[in-house]
């Protein structure tokens, strides 16, 4: 079955913590992207990726890393979390660039920084 | 002006009824533009998908462009309970690197 797998679905952890939220999709796709999505301001980008060793920053990069070691897998790190970063987050991934092709979602990992 | 804009609701509507959802945006280079459905506690899905201006049709579903007035719709004909969702436009233009997301509607379908 095609999909986008995000683990942990659910965290909870202490200011400063430096955590790594996992995704991996099975489907060969190139493009690969991480959102966070808040009450009122909707999805928005945090980084994305076009192939393997190249990613980007979106719209809201800071206190974020990414890598793109291999092709299936995109991991999202908050090196010293803040509760400003409780959010909910998705992974996706698509074919190719972003533009013309559909978006799989992950089911999302909600997070919270106490 | 925001890039995409697009009404929170909710929008509470009967089972069976006509359902029209939109969204209007200020980038007139927007070429690709998209509906996607998320139900709670679930990650969004692609919904519908419509290249530059015209209508597409999918089941109940129906797709409007409206690319001088930069205006998009989504009909949902005989809404059922199952369609109760947050639904968010999307779109992006030629070659663009990402997706610009509306804040998503959400909809109950009430039995």
């Known amino acids: 079955e095609a999909q986008v797998t995000q683990n942990p679905r659910y965290l909870i952890t202490v200011t400063g913590k430096k955590l790594t939220v996992t995704c991996s999709q099975n489907m060969n796709h190139e493009y690969m992207s991480w959102y966070r999505q808040d009450p009122g301001l909707g999805l928005r980008q945090i980084y994305y990726s076009m192939n393997v060793e190249v990613t980007d920053k979106g719209d809201v990069p800071e206190g974020y890393k990414v890598s793109r070691k291999e092709k299936r897998n995109f991991p999202l790190i908050l090196e010293s979390p803040s509760p400003n970063q409780t959010s909910l987050y998705f992974c996706?991934?698509?074919?190719?660039?972003?533009?013309?092709?559909?978006?799989?979602f992950g089911q999302g990992t909600r997070l919270t920084v106490v | 002006q925001k890039e995409v804009e697009q009404d929170p609701g909710p929008l509470s509507v009967p089972e069976g009824a006509i359902v029209s959802l939109n969204c209007t945006y200020s980038?007139?280079?927007?070429?690709?533009f998209m509906w996607y459905r998320q139900y709670s506690r679930k990650g969004p899905e692609l919904l519908m998908y419509?290249?530059?201006?015209g209508n597409k049709e999918d089941g109940r579903f129906t797709a409007q462009v409206d690319k001088s007035s930069k205006y998009i719709s989504l009909f949902i004909r005989d809404s059922q309970p199952s369609d109760s969702a947050t639904y968010l436009c999307a779109m992006s233009g030629y070659r663009d690197d990402k997706i610009i997301f509306g804040k998503g509607t959400r909809l109950h379908i009430l039995p």
């Open positions: 996706a991934s698509s074919l190719s660039s972003a533009s013309n092709t559909e978006a799989f």
């Open positions: 419509t290249y530059s201006s």
């Open positions: 980038n007139s280079a927007f070429q690709y």
